[in-house]
């Protein structure tokens, strides 16, 4: 069973950064789909960020160029760099790792930007 812990949300001022984390279980990063989501109050889930095993990456364009996703495979943890964050980045963001038939979330960690 593959475990996701999200961490490094927050509350920060419009313009500013964070850098979220997403620690697996085990060595898994490798192989599979990763993922990054968020889900604002009333909105739907949304799709922030996608690294594929083989190292591709893709963003939609409301976080294109803001947003960076990266890994560490020694430590398996998933990163989401975020700059120049909005009031509209506000949410829960939630890591996914799919692989196979495997589906797994993480449990989310807020992230607030206000001033």
């Known amino acids: 069973q593959v475990q996701l812990v999200e961490s490094g949300g927050g509350l920060v001022q419009p313009g500013g950064s964070l850098r979220l984390s997403c620690a697996a279980s085990g060595s898994i990063f490798t192989r599979g789909v990763t993922a990054w989501y968020r889900q604002a109050p009333g909105n739907q889930r949304e799709w922030v960020a996608t690294?594929?095993?083989?190292?591709?990456?893709s963003y939609p364009d409301s976080v294109k160029d803001r947003f960076t996703i990266s890994r560490d495979n020694t430590a398996n943890i998933i990163y989401l760099q975020m700059n120049r964050l909005k009031p509209e980045d506000t949410a829960v963001y939630y890591c996914r790792y799919q692989f196979l038939s495997g589906d797994y979330w993480g449990q989310g960690t807020q992230v607030t930007v206000s001033s």
């Open positions: 690294m594929i095993s083989t190292g591709t990456i």
